[in-house]
T-cell receptor, first 107, second 115 residues
Framework: SQKIEQNSEALNIQEGKTATLTCNYTNYSPAYLQWYRQDPGRGPVFLLLIRENEKEKRKERLKVTFDTTLKQSLFHITASQPADSATYLCVNNDMRFGAGTRLTVKP | DAEITQSPRHKITETGRQVTLACHQTWNHNNMFWYRQDLGHGLRLIHYSYGVQDTNKGEVSDGYSVSRSNTEDLPLTLESAASSQTSVYFC??????????????FGPGTRLTVL
């Protein structure tokens, strides 16, 4: 079965910088990947979905890429703000989640 | 506004007891899911349903059961609670799609402690 790996447990960046989070998958390419945001004590909230045949998707300050050669999706937050501090989760079309990356944006 | 709710929000029980966690959605979604979330493991799928009378096992289904008698509800039952089932449980729902799963809407979670 496929594994979804988010290698960075935590990422700290300065306000205004671009945050880049990584999601790697094993074996076959998933039909799509989704990214969610989770705040402490709350359920995840959907952000973006990118399909296997799409290279890039954007939504406001968010951008996600899908590289089938590297078996990787990158999630970018540009002009980051302290309010972007949260845990970000990657999940494949079989509902396998990565462990998440906790992002902290410092003012 | 449509929503997805879980009850109770917190539950403490003893080993060996039967426990049922409720999940209710007013989105009219066909798909419903139960996950558990533990430190270091992220979210893991327990059971899911694609419609009334349909249930399927997920990655970590042992010791859990679900039933789907209507569109709105998918209760999760722990037949005989074990300490290893101490966790935070999330319910989610999504629309059906011929292109696979759509975005999932998650409930607020239930924190279960088994002593």
């Amino acid at each position: 079965s496929q594994k979804i790996e988010q290698n960075s447990e935590a990422l700290n960046i300065q306000e205004g910088k671009t945050a880049t989070l990584t999601c790697n998958y094993t074996n076959y390419s998933p039909a799509y990947l989704q990214w969610y945001r989770q705040d402490p004590g709350r359920g995840p909230v959907f952000l973006l979905l990118i399909r296997e045949n799409e290279k890039e998707k954007r939504k406001e300050r968010l951008k996600v890429t899908f590289d089938t050669t590297l078996k990787q999706s990158l999630f970018h937050i540009t002009a980051s703000q302290p309010a972007d501090s949260a845990t970000y989760l990657c999940v494949n079309n079989d509902m396998r989640f990565g462990a998440g990356t906790r992002l902290t944006v410092k003012p | 506004d449509a929503e997805i709710t879980q009850s109770p929000r917190h539950k403490i029980t003893e080993t060996g007891r039967q426990v049922t966690l409720a999940c209710h959605q007013t989105w009219n979604h066909n798909n419903m899911f139960w996950y558990r979330q533990d430190l270091g493991h992220g979210l893991r799928l327990i059971h899911y349903s694609y419609g009334v009378q349909d249930t399927n096992k997920g990655e970590v289904s042992d010791g859990y059961s679900v039933s789907r008698s209507n569109t709105e509800d998918l209760p999760l039952t722990l037949e005989s609670a074990a300490s290893s089932q101490t966790s935070v449980y999330f319910c989610a729902s999504s629309e059906s799609s011929d292109r696979g799963h759509n975005e999932q809407f998650f409930g607020p979670g239930t924190r279960l402690t088994v002593l």
